[in-house]
């Protein structure tokens, strides 16, 4: 069955980076397109970024553009979200998630109810 898995997350000083894994199966990687949220308590999930089923487009919001980046291999089905210049800001539960697409056009679908599957998280904590 189809699996999303992260990793990569810890505790990070402010201005560090971190690169977070996504690695899928049970799925046709490359007809996905890929998304990142994160979540904190209280918050509702929050769209970080996606990624065409090609890897050739990529979306993110405004305030996280130029620190977060996020690729992937369909040879090996698995996401990356390299996070860079982090802030405590940004301590969350980061998730992944895929919704299928084929090789249809690049919606950089923003909604959590886009997505088909997700994985179970991973916790990226940025102190002071």
């Known amino acids: 069955q189809v699996q999303l898995v992260e990793s990569g997350g810890g505790s990070v000083q402010a201005g560090g980076s971190l690169r977070l894994s996504c690695a899928a199966s049970?799925?046709?990687?490359?007809?996905?397109?890929l998304g990142w949220f994160r979540q904190t308590p209280g918050e509702e999930r929050e769209f970080v970024g996606a990624?065409?089923?090609?890897?050739?487009?990529?979306y993110y919001p405004d305030y996280l553009k130029g620190r977060f980046t996020t690729s992937r291999d369909n040879v090996k089905s698995t996401v990356f979200l390299q996070m860079s210049n982090l802030k405590p800001e940004d301590t969350a539960v980061y998730y992944c998630?895929?919704?299928?697409?084929?090789?249809?056009?690049?919606?950089?679908?923003?909604?959590?109810?886009?997505?088909?599957?997700w994985g179970q998280g991973t916790q990226v904590t940025v102190s002071t």
């Open positions: 998630a895929a919704v299928f697409m084929g090789e249809s056009p690049f919606l950089a679908q923003t909604r959590p109810d886009d997505y088909d599957y």
């Open positions: 049970g799925l046709t990687f490359s007809s996905y397109e």
């Open positions: 990624i065409s089923w090609d890897g050739a487009s990529t």
